[in-house]
C-alpha cells in the first residue's frame, strides 16, 4: 500500500515546507486542485518537482476535456500521475491514457459520480489505470467505509485502487482488507499540528498491516 499525502488551499512556500515534513514517508505527493488553480502547473507542479525531483507527484488536474493536451502539459510540468474523471467522454479518456503510455507513466481516473454503467466500460477499457474511488470533500468523510467496501465489490479484477475523502489512521485496516494500492490522505496530514509525526504514524500503520 502507498501513502498519497494531498496538499490543497495552501501557498507553494507552505507546500514546499509539507514536503519537506513528509519526506521519506509519503510516496506520493499530490499538488492538489486549488493550487494548479491558483498558481497553474509552472507555479505549482514544475516549482514542486525542480525542488523535489526524487518525489512522485501527482498532479490532481481533474481533466473532463482536451485530454491529450492537458496530461501532455502536467506530464511536461514534471507530474508524474495526473488525474482525469471517470465521467469524461471515452475519447478523452482514451487521449489522457494515450499520452500515459507513450511517456510510460502513470495516470489516474477519478471515480467521483461515475455511474455502475460507466464502470464497467471504465475496467474494460483502462485497465492499467489507477482507480480513485473519491468520496466527496463535502461529506466530510462520512460514509466513506461503506463506500470503500462496496466499490471494492464493482472494482474486482482492478490492479490498482485508491481511496480518497477522509481517510484516518483507523481504517487503514480496512483499506488493507480491501486491497487499496494507494491511501489518499489530506488534512490529517497537513493540518496536523505536526506534519512529520503525523505522516509517519500512517507510514507505520500501513508497513504494520503488511506484517499481519
Known amino acids: 500500500m502507498r501513502l498519497q499525502a494531498a496538499i490543497d488551499r495552501v501557498t ?18 499530490e499538488v492538489g486542485t486549488s493550487l494548479i488553480k491558483d498558481f497553474g502547473l509552472a507555479g505549482s507542479v514544475k516549482v514542486l518537482k525542480e525542488k523535489y525531483p ?39 479518456l482514451k487521449a489522457c491514457q494515450c499520452i500515459a503510455k507513450e511517456l510510460g507513466k502513470e495516470y489516474m481516473i477519478d471515480l467521483l459520480e461515475v455511474s455502475d454503467e460507466k464502470l464497467e466500460v471504465l475496467k474494460k477499457e483502462f485497465p492499467e489505470a489507477i482507480f480513485c474511488v473519491h468520496l466527496p470533500s463535502d461529506n466530510q468523510g462520512i460514509g466513506l467505509e461503506e463506500l470503500v467496501q462496496h466499490m471494492c465489490e464493482k472494482l474486482s479484477g482492478v490492479d490498482k485502487i485508491a481511496v480518497a475523502g477522509g481517510v484516518k489512521l483507523d481504517n487503514i485496516a480496512l483499506m488493507d482488507r480491501c486491497g487499496i494500492d494507494i491511501v ?16 509517519q504514524a500512517f507510514a507505520k500503520e500501513i508497513r504494520r498491516q503488511k506484517l499481519w
Request: charged content about 25%; overall charge negative.
Open 12 to 29: 507553494v512556500e507552505q507546500a514546499a515546507e509539507i514536503i519537506e515534513q513528509t519526506h521519506g514517508y509519503a510516496d506520493i505527493i
Open 54 to 92: 526524487d518525489q512522485c507527484i501527482l498532479a490532481d488536474i481533474k481533466t473532463c476535456d482536451e485530454g491529450e493536451y492537458e496530461f501532455r502539459k502536467t506530464y511536461e510540468a514534471g507530474g508524474d500521475i495526473p488525474t482525469v474523471m471517470g465521467f469524461s467522454s471515452i475519447p478523452t
Open 184 to 199: 489518499i490522505v489530506g488534512g490529517a496530514i497537513s493540518k496536523a499540528n505536526d506534519v512529520g509525526e503525523a505522516t
